[in-house]
């Protein structure tokens, strides 16, 4: 699995266009609010092209992508937080994806009606955002009493997450997202993933737009991309309607028609890159027996992680790996004409895998 989205955003802004476009599943799709009350899941292979030069080289009897998967979640309306429309059944849903994508309507159309009347991508963003604030300081506050009891009971080991707690609760009430408080690495962060926080996550705008205004910003655009800025998140621009045609038609004859219209990637390509960079996610490859295979990572995790991301018996053995980049095997040819120019590493525990490498693991089991 490469990572896990959950699609969030108001009723009638084409959360479920574009999921089905994004993940051909046949959601429901329907203009009226709560169309879709439990959430449709999606999986969908990552475009790869590097995984397809590797097949034409090696000739795998079964070649494996590695997958990304969709949650169109029911839409969000104001006071989810405290339990209105399909509220914490809907919150619920995204506590355990990896990233959370807001689809904001960015198109006019008098025969789908917005729920909060004209168009507006800012006062729907500032909706949404501050409902996943509401329900996370819930969150919060909850555990704060449950922490607090045990402190004055005598254990002093909570001590630490009460003070956490305590810090996330000021910044959510001041307005302030958790993913732009606590910075990677720090101890904070184990007690912030078992919180599964809603802010804590990843945040991706995509912002549902005409045809007309795929290929510029537009006003509607710009202001999506200033709360991002300050949000320090990201942005990426999507035809619903057009990537509902594009999913109809076959591999080849997209590239056609992106070309035709003066698109390098189609809205799933898009988001697809965008998301690894904002997840700070890479590829690696192994080739084992009848299977070529690829696998999503953390960059900078190392060889034995990496190993058990695909058993776990793996990284409990690792022993070394032989390592080749995507670059030289190609040029090489061939994983033996490879090792005769000397271009295999071999490797041990504290080598950190980097994008594109194909990797021999040797482990005892």
């Not at 904070?188 to 005409?210: G, P």
Request: hydrophobic fraction near 40%; include cysteine; charge should be negative.
């Amino acid at each position: 699995m490469g990572f896990r989205c959950g699609i969030i955003g108001l009723p009638n802004v084409g959360k479920s266009t574009i999921f089905n476009a994004l993940s051909a599943a046949g959601a429901e799709v329907a203009n009226y609010p709560f169309c879709t009350i439990d959430p449709n899941v999606g999986v969908v292979q990552v475009p790869d092209e590097r995984l397809q030069n590797l097949a034409k080289i090696i000739n795998p009897p079964k070649t494996v992508y590695t997958t990304m998967e969709f949650l169109d979640i029911a839409g969000l309306v104001k006071g989810a937080g405290k339990g209105e429309g399909l509220g914490n059944k809907f919150l619920g849903n995204i506590r355990d994806v990896d990233a959370v994508v807001q689809i904001v309507r960015c198109f006019d159309d008098p025969d789908v009606a917005h729920i909060y009347g004209p168009v507006d991508p800012v006062r729907d963003i500032e909706i949404v955002n501050a409902e996943l604030m509401l329900a996370d300081l819930e969150t919060v506050e909850k555990r704060i009493v449950k922490i607090d009891r045990l402190v004055k009971s005598g254990n002093k080991g909570f001590r630490k997450e009460l003070e956490v707690c305590q810090r996330i609760k000021d910044f959510l009430g001041k307005g302030i997202v958790v993913r732009n408080v606590f910075e990677p690495g720090n101890e904070e962060n184990k007690i912030l993933k078992d919180l599964h926080l809603l802010t804590a996550k990843k945040m991706l705008y995509v912002a549902n737009a005409s045809e007309a205004v795929l290929k510029g910003k537009g006003r509607y655009i710009e202001s999506i991309e200033e709360i991002a800025k300050k949000d320090e998140s990201r942005v990426i621009t999507i035809c619903g309607d057009m990537e509902a045609e594009i999913a109809e038609l076959e591999e080849d004859e997209r590239k056609e028609f992106l070309e035709d219209i003066g698109l390098e990637k189609s809205g799933l390509q898009k988001l697809i890159k965008t998301g690894y960079e904002l997840l700070g996610l890479i590829t690696f490859y192994t080739t084992v027996g009848p299977e070529l295979r690829a696998w999503t990572i953390k960059k900078g995790t190392k060889t034995p992680e990496a190993a058990g991301k695909i058993h776990t018996d793996m990284e409990k053995g690792f022993i070394r790996a032989e390592i080749v980049s995507y670059g030289d095997f190609i040029k090489a040819g061939s994983l033996s004409a490879a090792k005769e120019k000397g271009l295999v590493g071999i490797e041990g525990k504290d080598y950190i895998i980097s994008d594109g490498d194909i990797v021999y693991f040797r482990f005892n089991v």
